[in-house]
């Protein structure tokens, strides 16, 4: 028999390209008769390219992974515009398609091995078309909860299949029942691309769409966590297989205490936390876009202050004209914060710049974490056990927010209608210093529900992806279809 060869197109994000490395990683390491070449392309900056050399560098890359640079896009992809996913994904295919046709030949040639298929990122399953053409099985890898999965799915069959007019999600009081969730779904916590924004809502559909034709669907979650979304989406009409083989996180950090050397001051984050007693630290992280404006950080500097609890409060700013979409690090904080707020809270508090994020979630001090609730967050707290207080932003952030709150009571609500424009860089509103804090009162109670339930579900995700686990079989599931 010969050896199967999977190639998978991830999305040039870290947020995408990182567990798209750890699920090849995973499946390479399980079956050995399986080889995983990954196509890198070029979205934003050179942080894959430099994350690929990383790994050789430190010797990283498991036995079976290969990664083929692509070359760059000759016209860069204007990223003020709604399109600019598409328009990527229509400038790189012809290359992918060549390098593909190329990979086949060789493997043809060799007479080793067969590829079996093409693995492509959910947000850019346009890449698929390339599988099709070439007459390879196409899947799916989704960097999403299978809540969203099962939201997408849902609207896209209402639309397509019941005609339903959704013109009544510009009202934020509608609630929808949706499948896999217990309650209804109130439209404020749709993913705020939806509200208003025709383009971005075909887009989400045509996802949708496409997930129905493919011959699988592998998610980043677990059954424990989305049992109910799960059943859902596995007894829904015309719905591949669908896979969860969560959570796919970095487990093996660059270093003993997860810092990234090529960050400064991750050592001396480690350190202050070091000297703090344990679970007395509130961590408020917001993402790789994630940011505010200047009112809205003083709001939080009050918050904070009045809560009387210790923090670690990462803060930076949003991106300048010409500069990636992606937030930066200040120079300083004068006239950001408020006046004499770091002097009267240097005692019990920092504000820093970038954060070796699981690193400090994973550290004793830590007690909470404010969250915007992007999945990978998400799933590394639920790896480490900090409970969150969710303030979601954009995107899938909202929905993962609701589930946590109101679905599995894994965290306490700060607002779960704040959305941040990252184009216009505006909200919608303040959250003001009094809701944060009541927030962080809350999540940082060590007697509370949410720490309770976070501490048992940190034991079920460990247990998900170990021998035997729910995640390591459905994985054993993927392989052996795969393989077929």
Same mark, same amino acid.
């Given at each position: ?306 809560? +009387? ?25 004068? +006239? ?149």
């Amino acid at each position: 028999m010969k050896a199967t060869e999977l190639l998978f197109i991830p999305m040039p994000l870290m947020g995408h390209f990182v567990p798209a490395v750890e699920l090849a990683r995973r499946i390479a390491r399980r079956d050995e008769r399986i080889s995983i070449t990954i196509l890198v392309m070029k979205f934003q900056s050179d942080e894959t390219a430099a994350y690929v050399r990383s790994l050789k560098t430190a010797a990283h890359t498991d036995k079976g992974i290969e990664f083929v640079l692509l070359p760059e896009l000759e016209n860069p992809i204007d990223m003020s515009s709604n399109a600019y996913i598409d328009r990527f994904i229509e400038a790189y295919k012809p290359i992918v398609k060549q390098t593909v046709q190329e990979l086949l030949v060789t493997r043809r040639g060799s007479g080793s091995q067969l590829v079996r298929g093409i693995v492509s990122d959910m947000i850019i399953m346009g890449m698929l078309d390339v599988a099709k053409e070439l007459d390879l099985p196409r899947y799916v890898f989704s960097t999403y909860s299978l809540g969203l999965l099962c939201l997408m799915l849902h609207f896209q069959s209402l639309r397509d299949d019941h005609r339903v007019d959704f013109t009544e999600f510009k009202d934020p009081d509608t609630e929808f029942d949706v499948p896999g969730f217990r309650n209804r779904v109130p439209s404020k916590v749709l993913p705020p691309m939806t509200r208003g924004n025709d383009f971005a809502f075909t887009f989400l559909l045509n996802q949708a769409r496409r997930c129905r034709d493919v011959n699988g669907i592998l998610v980043n979650s677990f059954t424990e966590l989305e049992s109910d979304a799960h059943q859902a989406i596995s007894m829904a009409d015309n719905t591949p297989p669908v896979y969860p083989v969560g959570p796919i996180i970095n487990h093996n950090p660059q270093n003993a205490r997860g810092v990234d050397a090529s960050h400064g001051g991750g050592d001396s984050i480690m350190r202050w936390l070091d000297h703090q007693p344990p679970l007395s630290v509130v961590f408020l992280c917001f993402g790789s876009m994630g940011c505010f404006g200047v009112e809205q950080v003083k709001e939080v500097a009050d918050g904070l202050e009045q809560s +009387g609890h210790r923090f670690l409060w990462s803060l930076r700013r949003p991106a300048a004209d010409g500069e990636k979409l992606r937030t930066h690090d200040y120079d300083n904080f004068d +006239g950001l914060l408020p006046d004499g707020f770091l002097d009267r809270t240097a005692s019990i508090g920092r504000v820093i710049g970038w954060a070796p994020q699981a690193a400090i979630l994973n550290h004793p001090s830590t007690g909470a974490f404010v969250s915007h609730c992007g999945w990978n967050s998400t799933l590394e707290s639920l790896w480490f056990g900090a409970p969150i207080a969710a303030w979601p932003m954009f995107a899938d952030q909202h929905v993962n927010a609701f589930r946590l709150v109101k679905e599995s009571g894994l965290a306490v609500e700060i607002r779960l209608d704040y959305v941040w424009d990252r184009f216009s860089q505006s909200a919608n509103f303040l959250v003001k210093a009094d809701e944060l804090e009541r927030g962080i009162r809350k999540v940082m109670d060590t007697d509370s529900e949410v720490r309770k339930k976070m501490k048992e579900m940190k034991e079920e995700t460990r247990r998900a992806i170990a021998e035997g686990g729910s995640s390591y079989t459905w994985l054993g599931h993927f392989i052996e279809d795969a393989t077929k």
